[in-house]
């Protein structure tokens, strides 16, 4: 077996292994959305040493953060009809004709990216979305993985792809885009080969299932008149 533990959820299948190992046991899947290590792990925690990178500089990114390589990426693209790749301008991918933007709303960071691209696979224009989830304008989402993205901006992704039943994230860290497809009535198989990342993402997925559940035994609120007029 390539690969150490897969768990089962209800609408969701992850691997704890290696993405290289796992991915040619997978059939074909109808989009890729991940958010892989950049490969800039090694120059945050030598050169970064500040409060800023302490959640990087904590989990010894220069161990772990390794952008993957071509050959995974023509494999990535190769399984599956679309793709969005967050960090997309530290790989080496195809031109893009549809950029994804997640704007930060940081208006005073002076220290991290102001806002982050996806290269995708699809056609259109440029979209952009704004999001705080830091805790500057809006409630924070607890971050168990240090480069943990907002369970909205994986949510935001899945948009662009409205025929997409089954999610694929070969980098799944604690699990955001299964959450995120949880809540958006997807299918996702997700691979994390680090076991600390990997029980926190069967939690939250689970978690989210549970809530998922429950939201469908609830009665709609009613809905006020003022809401039906036109305006």
């Known amino acids: 077996m390539s690969f150490s533990r897969v768990e089962h959820t209800e609408h969701c299948t992850l691997y704890c292994g290696?993405?290289?190992?796992?991915?040619?046991?997978?059939?074909?899947?109808?989009?890729v959305v991940t958010d892989?290590?950049?490969?800039?792990?090694?120059?945050?925690v030598t050169g970064g040493k500040s409060a800023h990178f302490t959640s990087m500089?904590?989990?010894?990114?220069?161990?772990?953060?390794?952008?993957?390589?071509?050959?995974?990426?023509?494999?990535?693209?190769?399984?599956?009809?679309?793709?969005?790749?967050?960090?997309?301008n530290f790989f080496e991918l195809p031109p893009c004709d549809k950029p994804l933007c997640w704007d930060k709303v940081r208006p005073n960071q002076k220290n991290l990216s102001e806002w982050e691209y996806a290269w995708t696979s699809l056609c259109g224009r440029?979209?952009?979305?704004?999001?705080?989830?830091?805790?500057?304008f809006v409630s924070a989402e607890t971050r168990e993985h240090p480069t943990q993205k907002p369970v909205a901006v994986m949510a935001w992704s899945l948009r662009f792809l409205p025929n997409a039943d089954l999610?694929?994230?070969?980098?799944?860290?604690?699990?955001?885009?299964?959450?995120?497809?949880?809540?958006?009535g997807r299918r996702?198989?997700?691979?994390?080969?680090?076991?600390?990342?990997?029980?926190?993402?069967?939690?939250?997925?689970?978690?989210?299932?549970?809530?998922?559940?429950?939201?469908?035994?609830?009665?709609?609120?009613?809905?006020?008149r003022k809401q039906l007029e036109l305006v």
């Open 18 to 31: 290696d993405c290289l190992d796992v991915l040619p046991t997978l059939g074909k899947v109808d989009a």
């Open 36 to 44: 892989p290590p950049y490969g800039i792990g090694k120059r945050l």
């Open 57 to 88: 500089v904590e989990s010894g990114a220069d161990l772990w953060d390794f952008k993957p390589s071509k050959q995974t990426f023509d494999t990535l693209l190769g399984m599956s009809d679309s793709q969005i790749i967050w960090g997309g």
């Open 126 to 136: 440029a979209e952009k979305f704004d999001y705080c989830g830091n805790g500057g």
């Open 167 to 184: 999610i694929l994230d070969p980098y799944m860290g604690s699990g955001t885009t299964g959450v995120a497809c949880v809540n958006t």
């Open 188 to 224: 996702f198989i997700g691979i994390e080969k680090e076991e600390k990342y990997f029980e926190i993402a069967i939690r939250r997925i689970r978690q989210a299932e549970r809530m998922a559940k429950c939201d469908l035994f609830k009665e709609p609120k009613p809905v006020e």
